[in-house]
């Protein structure tokens, strides 16, 4: 609402004797302040209008606002910052970097990001349309997809346990267990609380649990695992990772003494996925290290993807499912598409550049980010139930997958531009 219908609206009650300011701030959700300006000028007999001129006054003339606008369309990329600088360097002014924002509103500039689109020639955005043509009356019941893309896991395997040589952090029971459990500890020195991060969390417990005056064991219990689950930690630093314990002290040109970064790179496991409107068809890990030539897709991922399709199909087998896959060297090579003839399996062109008509890049992969997204897998299998129970669709999201299909295709055979 604007101030003028602010202050119209309060004159109306005003003239219906509601003259208490509280009450016409309550009816008209009018900040009280506004109020009482308006009150004081009706008491007086004086016009609520804004007065002409009271707003105020633009730093930057026509002419320089001029420069600003040409300076802007040549130079859209630059921050508002930079972008002042060089405005105040060229006309030898000094306007702070709000003046220069607020102008170029009022000029009608905004700062916008752009939006990411796939690096399209006119070759491929005739191919796209004219892909999307040709797969218009498609059953995408029938088709099965794949693709690859990356996704960072936490495994508790990168993770150490730090213990406080208690005896029974330290018998042989507890370390056959974390050994078969694959969890790695960290020694720890005697009588050096001060080395232990542990120790700084106990007096904030303590602190916490004096406030909830627990009364029994039970309630105590309740009390430390509601804290377990509080995310508000207290501001110290657990760790010696902050700033501050990594500063030392230096004499002159000295050089601080380095510390290595932690290395959190661990070895990352490759999922093979094949899924259709039924749900996954197949699911593979690939041999850590090593790339997927195309020897290794004709001999160990395509004959356990036909075995598992005669599973759910026995009667059909592979007759009338179609493979849509990304244009990857391994899928695109003589040796694959060979072997795919011989076992009568299509494979549906891929448009280049086109990851908004692949199913895994608009469906499957959101699905897998969110569903992986802060936790933590205690071992790689984990990882593989996880992405099973994520991915097989439901009936409900099977039509809806296989609509969203569709819904793309039908779009861009009515998009002259070959873009959705």
């Known amino acids: ?59 930057i003339k026509a002419n320089n ?76 019941e029938k088709v099965i997809f794949s693709d690859s893309d990356e996704m960072s896991i936490w495994l508790a395997g990168s993770r150490v346990f730090q213990e406080d040589n208690d005896p029974k952090h330290t018998c042989n029971l507890a370390k056959g267990y974390m050994e078969e459990k694959g969890i790695h500890r960290m020694d720890w020195p005697a009588c050096s609380p001060d080395l232990n991060p542990i120790e700084n969390l106990w007096p904030w417990i303590k602190r916490e ?12 219990e309740r009390e430390l695992n509601e804290l377990g689950k509080n995310k508000d930690l207290p501001n110290f630093k657990l760790t010696d990772c902050s700033k501050d314990k990594k500063r030392s002290w230096v004499r002159g040109d000295e050089q601080p003494v380095k510390i290595p970064r932690p290395d959190f790179r661990k070895p990352k496991i490759m999922y093979t996925i094949f899924f259709s409107s039924h749900g996954i068809v197949l699911q593979l890990p690939c041999e850590s290290g090593k790339a997927v030539t195309a020897t290794f897709f004709t001999e160990q991922v395509l004959p356990n993807l036909i075995k598992n399709i005669e599973k759910y199909r026995p009667k059909a087998g592979t007759r009338g499912m179609k493979i849509l896959i990304d244009n990857a060297s391994s899928h695109t090579a003589k040796l694959t598409k060979n072997f795919l003839d011989i076992e009568g399996l299509e494979l549906l062109p891929h448009p280049s550049y ?29 990882s593989e139930r996880a992405c099973t129970s994520t991915s097989n669709p439901s009936p409900k999201n099977s039509t809806e997958m296989c609509l969203q299909a569709g819904g793309k295709v039908e779009t861009l055979c009515t998009c002259r531009r070959g873009l959705l």
């Open 354 to 382: 086109s990851p908004d008509l692949a199913l895994c890049d608009f469906w499957l992969f959101p699905k897998l980010k969110s569903a992986f997204k802060a936790k933590i897998l205690t071992h790689y299998k984990h």
């Open 65 to 140: 606002a001029r420069s600003l606008v040409s300076l802007a369309i040549n130079n859209p990329r630059l921050s508002v910052r930079k972008f002042t600088c060089k405005f105040n360097k060229r006309r030898g002014l000094s306007f702070s970097h709000e003046a220069v924002r607020i102008e170029m509103k009022l000029r009608g500039f905004t700062r916008k990001v752009a939006r990411k689109i796939p690096m399209l020639t006119q070759t491929h955005k005739a191919y796209r349309v004219d892909w999307a043509k040709s797969n218009r009356c498609r059953d995408w």
């Open 209 to 220: 649990i004096d406030l909830k005056s627990p009364r029994n064991l039970n309630e105590l």
């Open 1 to 59: 609402m604007k101030e003028q219908e602010q202050r119209n609206n309060i004159k109306i009650l005003f003239d219906t004797e509601i003259t208490n300011c509280m009450e016409l701030s309550r009816r008209t959700g009018v900040p009280k302040s506004t109020v009482y300006r308006t009150v004081y000028k009706l008491r007086n007999a004086e016009s609520i209008d804004r007065k002409i001129g009271s707003r105020k006054q633009r730093q």
